[in-house]
């Protein structure tokens, strides 16, 4: 069983950033592949980054690469989501998920933990 705490959210102006940091328990926290997805009112939740348990690779959705960082730090169980240049179209609940093995990264479906969301609001 692995829990998954988010933090970080929070009312930013567009153009700024910030990090969200997602802490994981248990003791094999290298061996999950980490994922961000984020949730708009209305809409199905989206991917936004993945990073695999050794922190090598990376992947992002393409409206977010560039802006957007996905890291870990092993030792301390977190995964963070560094938000930069953030837009109105940000704004979503952000969620940070973890699975062994998911058949896609991608998908929200093959992630079998799942934080409780924070809120990431980005006014114009």
């Known amino acids: 069983q692995v829990q998954l705490v988010e933090s970080g959210g929070g009312l930013v102006q567009a153009g700024g950033s910030l990090r969200l940091s997602c802490a994981a328990s248990g003791r094999t926290f290298s061996t999950y592949v980490m994922g961000w997805f984020r949730q708009a009112p209305g809409k199905e939740r989206e991917f936004v980054a993945a990073i695999t348990g050794s922190g090598r690779t990376k992947y992002y959705v393409d409206s977010v690469k560039g802006r957007f960082t996905i890291s870990r730090d092993n030792a301390k169980n977190t995964v963070y989501l560094q938000m930069n240049s953030l837009k109105p179209e940000d704004t979503a609940v952000y969620y940070c998920?973890?699975?062994?093995?998911?058949?896609?990264?991608?998908?929200?479906?093959?992630?079998?933990?799942w934080g409780q969301g924070t809120q990431v609001t980005v006014s114009s």
């Open positions: 998920a973890a699975d062994k093995d998911p058949n896609s990264l991608r998908a929200p479906q093959d992630y079998h933990y």
